[in-house]
Nanobody
Framework: QVQLVESGGGLVQAGGSLRLSCAAS????????MGWFRQAPGKEREFVAA????????TYEDSVKGRFTISRDNAKRTMYLQMNSLKPEDTAFFFC??????????????????WGQGTQVTVSS
C-alpha cells in the first residue's frame, strides 16, 4: 500500500506560480511511477504529467507543456509539480497518483493504483 498526501494548492492570479507536493508513505516510492491529474467542476479527471520511477523520464499533457514541471525526490519520498504562467483554465482539483513501473509512462487513470485526496488550485483572471 502507498498513501499519498498532496499540498501546496491555493489561490493565485493569472500568470503566477504554485508548487504542488505529493508526500508518499508506505512502500518504497522508487518502486512506483507517479503522475498528476486534475479535475475541474463538471469535467472528467484528466492527465497532467507523469514521471518514471527514477525521474529520468517525464511526459506532459499538451496544454501544460512548457509551463509545468514534474519532478521527484525519492529520498524525501515526495513528488512535485511546479506550475508557472498559470491560467484561469488551470483551475481544478489536482490529484497525485502512483502506479506500477512500466516501459511507457501512464497517462490514463487506469495506469495508477493509488491516489491522494487532492488539493485545490484556483487561478483568478
Amino acid at each position: 500500500q502507498v498513501q499519498l498526501v498532496e499540498s501546496g494548492g491555493g489561490l493565485v492570479q493569472a500568470g503566477g506560480s504554485l508548487r504542488l507536493s505529493c508526500a508518499a508513505s508506505g512502500r518504497t516510492i522508487s518502486n512506483y511511477a507517479m503522475g498528476w491529474f486534475r479535475q475541474a467542476p463538471g469535467k472528467e479527471r484528466e492527465f497532467v504529467a507523469a514521471i518514471n520511477w527514477s525521474g529520468s523520464r517525464t511526459t506532459y499533457e499538451d496544454s501544460v507543456k512548457g509551463r509545468f514541471t514534474i519532478s521527484r525526490d525519492n529520498a524525501k519520498r515526495t513528488m512535485y509539480l511546479q506550475m508557472n504562467s498559470l491560467k484561469p483554465e488551470d483551475t481544478a482539483f489536482f490529484f497525485c497518483a502512483a502506479g506500477p513501473r512500466r516501459e511507457r509512462l501512464g497517462v490514463v487513470r487506469g495506469d495508477y493504483d493509488y491516489w491522494g485526496q487532492g488539493t485545490q488550485v484556483t487561478v483568478s483572471s
